[in-house]
């Protein structure tokens, strides 16, 4: 069993990842989604909490072997990115969405110094813009931004564009096309529901679950 399909399979397991294409969700954007993405229920079962880290810390040492830092997303990121630092012995900080509205203000907290070679962990990629931000926000405080890391992207080809667009390296444990090979393979969708995930992934902004 290939990582990325063992990390698909525990995210199943628990019930972090949902697939409902008879009645969709709605995600905060407005879009129609036929399945839903949770990775904070992970952080409730330690077997499986243990084992994502790890694989965290597998592709953080394999693909960045010289990142100075991690910084977690706040606030899906801030829990992964905490583990995997104690882990590989890194310094640690983490980016809020917007600076704090009281006391120093700070929108980057932790101890950094400009130059530092950083790693972003994210929980979720969907059109990256969010997590992207994060990436503004650390370069604007002279932080070199040499990846990010998550635990699962829908693979959106917007996604992928606007890693190109901002040079961004990054890297998920696992994605929707073996998350839905798997559920196939263990008969939890139908072919024709499978037809209809994959068309999501298409269109995923004008998708309303109506053929």
């Known amino acids: 069993m290939t990582n990325e399909k063992a990390v698909a399979e525990k995210l199943l397991q628990i019930n972090a990842i949902k697939l409902s294409p008879q009645e969709p969700f709605t995600w905060a954007s407005g879009w129609k989604s036929p399945i839903y993405c949770d990775n904070r229920k992970v952080l409730s079962f330690p077997y499986i909490r243990d084992f994502i880290k790890s694989e965290l810390c597998s592709v953080l040492f394999e693909k960045f072997p010289d990142a100075?830092?991690?910084?977690?997303?706040?606030t899906a990121g801030i829990a992964w990115g905490a583990m995997a630092a104690?882990?590989?012995?890194?310094?640690y900080i983490y980016v809020r969405p917007?600076?704090?509205?009281?006391?120093?203000g700070n929108q980057i907290e932790g101890f950094y110094e400009p130059g530092a070679r950083v790693v972003v962990i994210e929980d979720l990629i969907s059109t990256g813009k969010s997590s992207l931000q994060v990436c503004d926000v650390l370069k604007?405080?002279?932080?070199e931004v040499i990846g990010m890391v998550s635990i699962f992207t829908y693979g959106f080809t917007q996604a992928d564009q606007n890693f190109r667009d901002a040079d961004v390296v990054y890297h998920s444990l696992t994605n929707y096309e073996t998350l839905i090979s798997l559920a196939m393979e263990k008969g939890m969708i139908a072919p024709e529901q499978e037809k209809t995930l994959l068309k999501w992934r298409e269109d995923p902004a004008n998708w309303s679950g109506k053929e």
């Open 98 to 104: 917007k600076p704090k509205e009281h006391g120093l």
């Open 140 to 143: 604007a405080a002279g932080i």
């Open 68 to 74: 100075d830092m991690l910084a977690g997303v706040a």
């Open 86 to 91: 104690d882990q590989l012995k890194l310094p």
